[in-house]
């Protein structure tokens, strides 16, 4: 803890994650005395424990893949292997350093970072709980709440981190399993099942759902789930998972439930296990705030970041509101996945959406196998889709293959910016490139496929 601490500010900030901390900066920017409170360690789970150390896991066991089919490009190897124990420091090295890059920017930006556990007593005052026993009061003007969440468990189990994992214990773990059962088919459960397919475990995924990925294109899935196979992983779905016949290791990933330990005294108004929260990220109570994991219905981090610079500038008295209507996210698979608006599926079963009657909507494909540089660099699988309404509006654009997660940035753009698809279409890109393959499904709406028959 800081000594020489101020207990008085404009704006306390109860979390340190991605939600917490670019508040925290941007408020400093518009002038704000600021007091950051983390329990932790700043950055949350994505920086910690979830975005950044899952792909620095996948980084090393693609590479891995990639040095095993060294001779489908003319390459031989004598014999290759994988140091779990290595690959696991290199993680921790590299969020470390993440680490110290977000203390950096804090520090300069002149807020005060507390660390300890925070309980609010009133809106605008915050009890601290410091390591070393001792308490500190702070008092505000505005408090904005990033609080983030906690990996959900099955009735009846604990996480023991010995038989009965969260995504958190797989992350340190050092030694590899021969069987994994992953309990939930959504996105961390695939990542681990990539990862740990790789490293040479025998994994079995577990879905109560119909289908693996909520919320993916049905197509997008269904290509997947061949990928998965391929790789031997065993895909369980409509089934609850049996404690009962769990292997030596389980894995439960069934989403995850927000922190609202230490900001109870408020009593806000919840939506669900959720703080509710209007479109400017303000509470039930005026001048407090909740952000990221704590409100969102979509639990990603760059939602939260925005969420945050949101929140900041109104709790600053600017006037900015966030929806939903745009947020793109992006799976490490192998190939990755990328996409961003409605699915096929939801644009056709939301009626009237965008004045049009569900049987007007348009769909465009182009495979990655007509790209010639994915034939090149020898990554073929998967397509790009694009999906429009019958006036043109583009409603989402779902990718599976080679930089996806790339190139879903451009199909956000066009989407925020409201492009028309022949906008898309008639932007042409660098040859040869993937982006070619967005503008190709583009003009497959259109039916003026240039590569592929229409």
Known sequence: MRKNMSDKYDLIILGGGPGGYVAAIRAAQLGAKVALIEKDKVGGTCLNRGCIPTKALIACTNLYDKI?????????????????????????????????????????????????????????????????????????????????????????????????????????????????????????????????????????????????????????????????????????????????????????????????????NLNLKMDGKSVLVNEKMEASIPGVYAVGDLVSRKMLAHVAYEQGVIAAENAMGLNRTFNYDCVPFGIYTSPEIGSVGLTEKEARLRQGFGGQAKENIKVGKFPFAALGIAQ????????????????????????????????????TIAIKNKLKVDQLAETFQAHPTYPEGLQEAALNVLKRSLHIIN
Do not use: M, W
Not at 85 to 104: A, P, T
Not at 189 to 206: D, K, N, P
Not at 384 to 389: E, T
């Open 68 to 264: 095993r089919q060294a001779e489908n490009y003319g390459i031989k190897t004598v014999s290759s292997s994988i140091d779990l124990k290595y690959i696991i420091d290199r993680k921790n090295k590299i969020v470390d350093k993440l680490v110290k890059g977000v203390e950096f920017l804090l520090n300069k930006n002149k807020i005060d970072v507390i660390f300890g556990t925070g309980k609010v007593l009133e809106p605008g005052k915050v009890e601290i709980s410091a390591p070393d026993s001792r308490k500190l009061l702070v008092v505000s003007r505005k408090l904005i709440l990033a609080t983030g969440s906690h990996p959900a468990s099955l009735p009846g189990i604990n996480f023991d981190g010995i038989r009965f994992l969260s995504s958190d214990n797989l992350l340190d773990y050092n030694e590899l399993p021969e069987k994994l059962d992953i309990v939930g088919g959504g996105i961390i459960g695939i990542h681990f099942a990539q990862i740990y397919s790789s490293l040479g475990c025998e994994v079995a995924i577990y879905e109560a759902l119909p289908e693996i990925l909520p919320g993916i294109d049905e197509e997008i899935i269904a290509t997947v789930k061949r990928i998965l196979k391929r790789k031997n992983i065993n895909i369980v779905t409509g089934t609850i998972f049996d404690p009962k016949k769990a292997n030596e290791k389980t894995l439960i990933c069934i989403g995850r439930t927000p922190n609202t330990q230490g900001i109870e």
């Open 376 to 411: 090149a660099i020898g990554e073929i699988e998967g397509s790009i889709k694009v999906v429009s309404d019958g006036e043109g509006k583009i409603l989402g654009v779902h990718i599976l293959g080679p930089e996806a997660n790339t190139l879903i940035s451009i199909a």
